[in-house]
Nanobody
Framework: QVQLVESGGGLVQTGGSLRLSCAASGSIFGINNMGWYRQAPGKQREVVAG???????NYADSVQGRFTISRDNAKKMVFLQMNSLKPEDTAVYYCAANIWVTRWESQNYWGQGTQVTVSS
């Protein structure tokens, strides 16, 4: 019943920017931590950025200073602004969230993924 849907991926040249969005929908009482992960071809999924319910953020070293995660609690959305993109940023990007589905229970959800391709 709860879904996360990413958007904003695409093809961009090295040095360009993209803004990813993720919208949560369904029977949601609240959202705890949210984050972005990515998986490049032949590599393990890795965490890119995370943001807590109160707005504290953290980033993978590889994207620190280039990416910014933010959230809009009223819209139940999380964003990832990606600047100074590099070919090594090419991956499928997934959003994830821990969501209160009742007043007493939270569960983890994943989006379907959106492709980001950075060309040289």
């Amino acid at each position: 019943q709860v879904q996360l849907v990413e958007s904003g991926g695409g093809l961009v040249q090295t040095g360009g920017s993209l803004r990813l969005s993720c919208a949560a929908s369904g029977s949601i009482f609240g959202i705890n931590n949210m984050g972005w992960y990515r998986q490049a071809p032949g590599k393990q999924r890795e965490v890119v950025a995370g943001i807590t319910s109160i707005g504290d953020t953290n980033y993978a070293d590889s994207v620190q200073g280039r990416f910014t995660i933010s959230r809009d609690n009223a819209k139940k959305m999380v964003f990832l602004q990606m600047n100074s993109l590099k070919p090594e940023d090419t991956a499928v990007y997934y959003c994830a969230a821990n969501i209160w589905v009742t007043r007493w229970e939270s569960q983890n959800y994943w989006g379907q993924g959106t492709q980001v391709t950075v060309s040289s």
